[in-house]
């Protein structure tokens, strides 16, 4: 069986979470799959409780190369034919550890790698440059989107070595959520039957939650009848905050939530604004509460969002078809229900964690067979 490390910081809440943890579900059986990660964190606790095999090596910070020595001991004990690294973090170990591991190295590029730190200028500085020097120094290349593989190979990568693996969520097994009364109630929301539009995002320009306020506040200035959420945090929040003062009474800032199915299960509508995704899993999750996604028309959403059949797609930073959609299905309830059935048959028919595991397995394959070629 093919033995496969996996390497990601720990730190991880989003998308490459869901990711890794749908992954590892989709593997089993198929893969000898295993994770190290860098920080003792939720992502630990949780990898833990869903009982896949973890360990951490822990870093006193980022350029601690400590963990270099203790990863290619535990390399050469076990065995592994393949080390697969997720994120910023892990890819600058991956450059260090290659010296000492005759091995293939493959990374998932989970977003555009340009604009994880575009919101630090000291981050975007150090960390943006370190990764792109980190990121040539691979064998082979995992996206997350079609066109996140032609990003790559735009920017000097060999095509040859690029796989694409959309993402897949567990849809046998949702989560346990609360009510929407009882979600609401948890922020102190006066509800009486409004309709809710939230978006669960980083509050970072990338995300542009600029466009998702500007077309809140178009809405309002026709229908007042609706509430807009907002999960997440980020160094935006107070420029967000100033653009919603004219309407705060109908816009909420939840901060970090933690049951995103809770969220989701308290939406009518959900929105995202992003001016560059990869393929986003918050999409994914909202279609299995059936629940419908107007989004921006970018990365891989043309996969899953297909105009007047799944959902809604917008130009990115257009607030004003955002508002249109909105108050169409404002108006439009039973269409709002279709999209929402129609999505969440799709996303099952073809985005499951089973399907996402199989098309890694036969990844891992090609890059064996290819090797052996080499060799």
Do not use: W
């Amino acid at each position: 069986m093919i033995k496969v490390l996996h390497l990601i910081s720990g730190g991880d809440t989003g998308g490459a979470k869901t990711h890794i943890f749908s992954l590892m579900k989709g593997l089993k059986g198929l893969v000898d799959a295993r994770i190290i990660c860098f920080i003792k964190d939720s992502f630990y606790e949780e990898a833990v409780e869903k009982g896949f095999s973890i360990k951490v090596f822990p870093q006193k910070k980022r350029s601690d190369m400590s963990v270099v020595k203790k990863l290619r001991d535990e390399i050469k004990k076990e065995n592994f034919s393949i080390i697969h690294a997720h994120g910023a973090r892990a890819n600058f170990i991956c450059m260090f550890l290659k010296k000492y591991v005759d091995i293939p190295f493959v990374t998932t590029v989970h977003s555009d790698y340009k604009l994880d730190f575009k919101d630090n200028f000291y981050k975007n500085l150090i960390f943006t440059n370190l990764n792109k020097i980190a990121l040539k120094s691979f064998d082979y290349y995992i996206t997350v989107s079609d066109s996140f593989k032609d990003m790559l190979k735009d920017r000097g990568f060999k095509k040859d070595k690029i796989f694409v693996l959309y993402n897949g969520i567990d849809n046998e097994n949702i989560p346990y959520y609360v009510s929407k009364d009882e979600f609401l109630n948890r922020y102190k929301i006066d509800y009486n039957g409004e309709f809710i539009v939230g978006i669960a995002a980083r509050l970072d320009k990338v995300k542009d939650l600029t466009t998702f306020i500007r077309g809140a506040r178009e809405v309002l200035k026709e229908n007042t009848d609706v509430i807009f959420l907002i999960a997440g945090e980020g160094e935006e929040l107070s420029h967000l905050q100033k653009e919603a003062e004219s309407f705060k009474n109908n816009i909420f800032f939840l901060g970090f939530v933690n049951d995103n199915y809770s969220f989701f299960n308290a939406l009518d509508l959900n929105v995202l604004t992003s001016i560059s995704e990869s393929f986003p899993y918050v999409i994914l999750e909202a279609s299995t509460m059936n629940l419908t996604s107007v989004a921006t028309d970018v990365g891989g959403i043309d996969k899953i969002i297909f105009d007047d059949e799944t959902g809604y797609k917008i130009k990115v930073s257009d607030y004003t078809a955002l508002k249109g959609k909105i108050l169409y299905l404002y108006n439009n309830r039973d269409k709002l229900e279709k999209l929402g059935e129609n999505i969440h048959a799709y996303v099952n028919k073809n985005f499951s964690y089973k399907s996402m595991g199989e098309t890694q397995f036969e990844i891992y394959k090609n890059i064996l067979e290819e090797e052996n070629e080499i060799n």
